[in-house]
């Protein structure tokens, strides 16, 4: 048998059982064990975490488990610094490029008004967003740990809120996003980069056919989707832009001070 203690610190005590979080957990288990098992066997997905200690240096995922050892799990976005010690990950998890769920399609879209690079179609196997994930190197946002428990997923982040608007918060905040936002510059429905045409560019003629006379009338700024075409003017779109990004921030000061 070999007996370790372990304790995980900050938000991947939300994976624990109750009586597990927030401090040392004495544990004893028979045969060869890899960190990453055995971290994974608390229920905690590796994709959360971002620097293991044991004995107080840092290791990688593959690193056999010895008898005695005392071993620190911490998570992936913690703000204290590491610096000097290995993370587990050759490049930060901070790239804002992403590819959701099936399930969080509101998100998405919500991710995609502020301006994120957001893979998302309906349809997708589990299979088929890992290997999105690893491949176009995208950090996976799921509200199922067992997808994030994929052994090629190396870059995700569990969604703990079920309601959308509290999902962007969280996001935002976990990844340090509030100062990423670039509104209007990627397409609602396909993901698509946005180029602003003005109503007296050369450019125009190819959008002026989808535009109502009514807005015609009084807009000189337009948006075009380079990749499906979609037109967008600062109208009512517009309105409701500003008003949800003025939403979210109030509701993430409400967040931090409730
Ligand atoms: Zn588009």
């Given at each position: 048998m070999y007996h370790v203690t372990i304790r995980f610190y900050e938000e991947l005590n939300?994976?624990?059982?109750r009586d597990r979080r927030k401090h040392d957990i004495e544990f004893a288990f028979g045969g060869r064990r890899s960190v990453k098992d055995l971290i994974e066997s608390f229920?905690?997905?590796?994709?959360?975490?971002d620097l293991i200690l044991v004995n107080g240096a840092s290791v990688g995922f593959n690193y056999i488990v010895r008898d005695n050892d005392r071993i620190s799990v911490y998570p992936v976005f913690e703000l204290f610094d590491i610096g000097g010690v290995t993370r587990l990950r050759p490049t930060p998890l901070r790239d804002t490029k992403f590819v959701l769920d099936v399930h969080l399609r509101k998100l998405a879209r919500h991710m995609r008004l502020l301006g994120f690079d957001v893979d998302y179609l309906e349809g997708r196997s589990d299979a088929e967003l890992a290997g999105i994930a690893e491949r176009d190197n995208r950090i996976l946002l799921t509200r199922d740990r067992q997808l994030l428990m994929?052994?090629?997923?190396?870059r995700g982040l569990i969604v703990r809120n079920t309601d959308p608007d509290r999902q962007i918060v969280e996001v935002l905040d976990r990844l340090q996003l509030w100062n990423a936002c670039n509104p209007f510059?990627?397409?609602?429905?396909?993901?698509g980069a946005m180029q602003g045409v003005r109503?007296?560019?050369?450019?125009?003629a190819q959008i002026a056919?989808?535009?109502?006379p009514g807005v015609r009338a009084w807009c000189e700024e337009y948006y075009s989707c380079t990749n499906c075409g979609r037109v967008y003017w600062k109208g009512s779109h517009y309105v409701r832009l500003r008003a949800f990004v003025d939403r979210l921030r109030k509701r993430k000061e409400d967040l931090n001070t409730g």
């Open positions: 939300d994976f624990l059982a229920g905690v997905p590796h994709v959360e975490v994929r052994k090629i997923v190396s510059s990627r397409c609602i429905e396909c993901n109503a007296d560019d050369d450019g125009f056919a989808v535009i109502p």
